[in-house]
């Protein structure tokens, strides 16, 4: 079930409808973690076991770990935790691509190597690493875990993040799940304009983008570079659409349903250097890397040799985090090592560089890693970076609709950064809200692309 399908729109009106009508708090949890499980097994049933395997194993974890006193047992307690988590994901989602990557040495030595019909759960990078941030967390002693398991199970199962994020953390939600919200006409109206803005990025603009970037990554060899940089551009502004479309929407319908989530998208196409991007793109996950794996390595407290050891080790699992292809591992490699230089370059002549400068120089790194994230093999990303280093002839393809929606999203972000932010906004008091409101219905009924496409972060 889509966030843009109209199968979706009657879930949500009707969860919407039966959680405001009621004002007990357990009755409407319980509406709600019933909801979530329908939501997700709308996908696969089967999987929902998966999910309840997670929920379950960390709720007895949190606990045997807050009743203990003793380091040892804390430390193999949050070991049980880890390897039933990370083993889950581990096999459904990188155990095919280790089997591949290793076969050629396998059968080298005599041995055969093969894989498995393995179905990837959709948004099981994303529970996995919610759950794991719970006990953590519990084991750090920075948080008391919850007695309630209706509680935590939707903390765990909660459908608007379950499936590409937020990644919430637990001492985020749960404390909300704890009470009952009171109504809020202001919270409400700008959770419907968030969850419509979503909708807009994503069937309007995204989609219109991946129309273009689909045909010419599947056979880049036919397209003039021009086209091809063109092609790479909108991918990018796909991406960005999509995945904060998807934020968006997950944010705005919780917002409706009376929850608040952390923001996950700043505008990132505006940053000036690399931790400025990654400050402002995925923020969830960016912190969780930051505070569950980057900081535990050593962070940047020890040598500088071991900092930019800390950011490759970091990146790189980030880049295998998103997927199980090589492609993957070498676009967080990217970002690691500009990331690495950065801080080389910080404080020297770099700062003596025009920002407009330092905002190429981002954008670069960023147009090249997306190539690498697009491709479907070190091969098509290879053959793809040969034609975009050098000017080659082909097929020259500009579609107005796609440069225009690319001008639309720069003219956004460029509002979105001015003091024009509370215009997009759409206040409630504001004469133009009802206009801009009935314009992006009307625009989604009338000129939504055919068929439904899948956000982009599903696939991770």
């Known amino acids: 079930m889509l966030f843009t399908q109209a199968e979706f729109l009657i879930f949500f009106l009707v969860v919407l409808a039966a959680v405001w009508l009621t004002g007990n708090r357990l009755v409407r949890n319980t509406i709600l973690l019933g909801a979530s499980y329908y939501f997700y097994a709308y996908w696969d049933i089967r999987f929902c076991l998966l999910l309840l395997l997670s929920t379950i ?54 041995g055969s190597a093969s894989t498995l019909n393995i179905i990837l759960p959709v948004g099981i990078s994303f529970y996995t690493f919610q759950t794991l941030s719970y006990t953590i967390d519990v084991y750090r002693r920075v948080l008391r875990p919850t007695n309630s398991l209706l509680d935590f199970a939707l903390y765990v199962a909660f459908f608007p993040q379950l499936v590409a994020g937020p990644i919430v953390r637990a001492r985020e939600l749960l404390p909300q799940l704890s009470t009952t919200p009171a109504w809020s006409n202001r919270r409400f109206y700008y959770g419907f304009q968030q969850l419509l803005r979503g909708a807009v990025k994503k069937v309007l603009m995204a989609d219109r983008l991946g129309e273009m970037v689909d045909v010419v990554f599947e056979n880049p060899d036919y397209y003039s570079s021009s086209t091809l940089w063109l092609a790479v551009t909108a991918y990018a502004g ?7 479309g998807y934020t968006d929407m997950a944010i705005g319908s919780a917002k409706m349903l009376g929850y608040r989530f952390p923001k996950n998208f700043r505008h990132p196409y505006l940053a000036t250097s690399m931790s400025e991007f990654w400050h402002r793109w995925h923020i969830t996950l960016s912190r969780w890397l930051r505070d569950y794996l980057y900081i535990p390595l050593g962070g940047n ?3 500088t040799m071991t900092t930019y050891r800390n950011l490759m080790v ?15 591992v070498l676009w967080g490699m990217l970002h690691g090592g500009a990331l690495c ?4 370059l910080r404080g020297a002549t770099s700062r003596r560089l025009p ?14 890693g997306w190539v690498l994230f697009r491709s479907t093999d070190l091969n098509a990303a290879v053959s793809m970076l040969q034609r975009l280093a050098v000017p080659s002839l082909g097929i020259h393809w500009y579609p107005p609709l796609v440069i225009g929606v690319l001008g639309c999203m720069m003219i956004e972000h460029m509002m ?18 009802p206009i801009a409101t009935t314009v992006m219905l009307w625009a989604l009924l009338i000129y939504a692309p055919v068929g439904f496409q899948p956000f982009v972060y599903f696939q991770f």
């Open 314 to 328: 970091t990146m790189t699992l980030g880049g295998l985090w998103h997927g199980a292809a090589w492609t993957f």
């Open 355 to 368: 920002t407009f400068i330092h905002w190429a120089l981002v954008m670069i790194v960023v147009l090249v």
């Open 416 to 433: 979105w950064a001015t003091r024009w932010r509370r215009v997009m906004r759409l206040p409630p008091d504001a004469w133009y809200s």
């Open 238 to 244: 796909q991406i960005c659409l999509d995945f904060s």
């Open 301 to 303: 407290r020890y040598s």
């Open 57 to 110: 194993v960390d709720f007895v974890v949190s606990h045997a770990i807050d009743n203990s006193s003793h380091t040892a047992t804390r430390r193999r307690w949050l070991i049980v935790s880890i390897l039933v988590n990370l083993g889950v994901l581990a096999f459904f989602k990188y155990f095919n691509f280790f089997i591949a990557s290793a076969a050629p040495m396998v059968e080298a030595m005599g």
């Open 341 to 344: 230089i950065e801080r080389v």
